[in-house]
């Protein structure tokens, strides 16, 4: 296994620019997860690594030493893609050995080497068959399994999972961090879907228009996201950010929103938005678990008034759709005890609020939450 370095790498094809001035250091072992929306350029930061593509400018290094000159093949690097890209006209068997066939491993090696992981991957019973007879499912447990078997030095999964039924998902999300721990590989993980990255990745980076937005642990992330995209791309349900203009008078803070509603803002909250006093529009932003009904808990709470839209069965929970004249908060009804239509009070806690500059999207105070 290897560490990468991925030191201000650039790619462009002809005026537009995929990937802009991009920086990343995952370490040995790591679990890396590369977010963002189709076409930010993530598919090709895995390809520049894999050398599939060549950079415009830049370097990557593996364990410090430059890459650039060096063959796809002799980067020993393991890929499993959205397609599986396996061989159907062979057996499990044969596309379980074949790289290691390729590399002249002696044969009692390969076959102890294929019933291991054949038996790790629950396809033991598919050995002799061809790979064309196998489900979606085992198709995908066998592309995982043909690039483990080799002990590549890094691992670069595209979108893996995509295919696969939801429940087989949670399922597989589940097994390749088991694969990660037992192999101890480096693994970089390209998906759009959130979840996925929070639930597999020791870090993420969330990439926007070829340009890093934020590069940190799942936890960090979600708590204290650098910006207004990072914000509304992390968590699920996702974040309250509601926009207005900033108005104060005499000794008051407000944001204006659009609709005629305000926000009377307090506490750390209020700070923040006045840590810059350039700033003329801002953002709003809470999580749909931190509002609460009730008492209210802290004189810095922010209180509002709604009516209940919309109820939501998420689980054991609802999600409740506030309308605020025109705009809209999403909160959590622990109890059930509301009801489509009831006007209700709410409480934003001020010191689970977050601030960020609208013109562009930076947060403001910069406070971990």
Known sequence: MSSIQIRNVTKRFGDFTAVDNLTLDIEEGEFAALLGPSGCGKTTTMNMIAGI?????GSILFD???????????????????????????????????GLEVKKVDKGEIERRV??????????????????????????????????????????????????????RAYMRAELKVLQHEFGQTMIYVTHDQIEAMSLADKIAIIDQGKLMQYGTPLDIYN???????????????????????????????????GGAEIKLQGQVKSEFASDGKVQSGSFGIRPQDIYFGDQRSDSDIKMHGTVEVLERVGPKRLA???????????FDD???????????????????????????????????
């Open 64 to 98: 410090e030493q430059e890459l650039s000159g060096t063959r796809i093949q002799d980067r020993n690097i393991g890929f499993v893609f959205q397609n599986y890209a396996i061989f159907t006209h062979l057996s499990v068997y044969k596309n379980l050995s074949y």
């Open 321 to 331: 759709y506030l309308h605020v004249l025109e705009t809209m908060f999403i909160a």
């Open 224 to 258: 204290s996201p650098d910006n207004r995209f990072v914000a509304n791309f992390i968590g699920s349900p996702r974040m309250n950010l509601i926009d207005g203009e900033l108005r104060e008078e005499k000794d008051q803070l407000k944001l204006m929103v659009s």
């Open 115 to 168: 019933k291991a992981m054949a038996d790790r991957m629950s396809i033991t019973h598919r050995l002799d068959q061809p790979a064309a007879s196998l489900s979606v499912n085992e198709m995908q447990k066998l592309a995982i399994g043909r690039s483990a078997i080799v002990e590549p030095r890094i691992f670069l999964l595209d979108e893996p999972l995509s295919n696969l039924d939801a429940g087989f």
């Open 335 to 369: 109890q059930d005890r509301l009801k489509v239509g009831d006007k209700v009070p709410f409480y934003l806690p001020s010191e689970k609020s977050m601030a960020f500059d609208l013109a562009s999207g930076r947060r403001l105070g910069g406070v971990a939450k």
């Open 53 to 57: 593509e060549d950079l415009t400018k």
